[in-house]
């Protein structure tokens, strides 16, 4: 029997897998990140390993016009150059390579994996990972508690073998039920996602509407 693997080994198969799948379908490519191609995605995903100085632009909208910046000369340059920064991870001095921030890469790469597989038709969830799908769940408890924060009915999310998450305490509580992988791709924000729901119509559709995105 082999030994689990860490979360760090998790973070690099998930980063080699979005590396190999970038490569495949190229720089100008759709995703899942609104109106970025593909190319943008990998840009967006080097400065967050290597340019700390435009991290905070990512969630202080003042800061954003650095952020962008920098990103608009992160694409600039050769995109397979790029795919082999993301490849060899983050370089030892970043803030990202800190062994404890290991879990949230895996949630990074394994999101914005998914948000190149799912942005063209034909797609399908990629098989059960014990590891990865346990590392995801663990993330879920905080993402959740982050991205259903205003929502006005309660919010619980469940995997198929009954664990659960309470995302948000509140009235009609609406069940959002999924394998780990799929339920933090809906919390995230993406609508292509398998899941299904539990409760009132009405508010099914408020859990849907809601403004996920962190």
């Known amino acids: 029997m082999s030994a689990p693997r ?34 943008d995605l990998l840009a967006h ?52 390579a800190l062994p404890f921030l290991a879990g949230v890469d895996v949630q990074e790469y394994f999101i914005h994996h998914e948000d190149v597989r799912r942005a063209v038709e034909g797609w399908a969830p990629r098989p059960a990972e014990p590891t990865r799908d346990g590392i995801l769940w663990s993330a879920l408890a905080m993402l959740g508690r982050l991205a259903y924060r205003s929502s006005p009915v309660g919010v619980t999310l469940r995997a198929p073998d009954g664990r659960e998450h309470v995302a948000r305490s509140g009235p009609r509580p609406v069940t959002v039920v999924g394998e780990p992988g799929e339920l933090v791709l809906f919390t995230a924000g993406r609508e292509q996602a398998v899941v299904s729901f539990e409760g009132e119509p009405a508010d099914v559709a408020t859990v849907k509407g809601l403004d996920r995105g962190l």
């Open 6 to 39: 860490s979360a760090g080994a998790v973070a690099a198969v998930e980063r080699n897998a979005l590396a190999d799948t970038l490569l495949e379908r190229g720089p100008d490519e759709p995703t899942l990140c609104g109106d970025w191609t593909t190319n």
């Open 45 to 96: 995903l080097v400065i967050r390993e290597r340019r700390p100085d435009a991290a905070p632009g990512i969630l202080i909208p003042p800061l954003a016009f650095w952020t962008q910046r920098v990103q608009a000369r992160a694409a600039e340059r050769d995109f397979g150059a790029n795919v082999a920064l993301i490849r060899s991870g983050p370089p030892s001095w970043s803030p990202i």
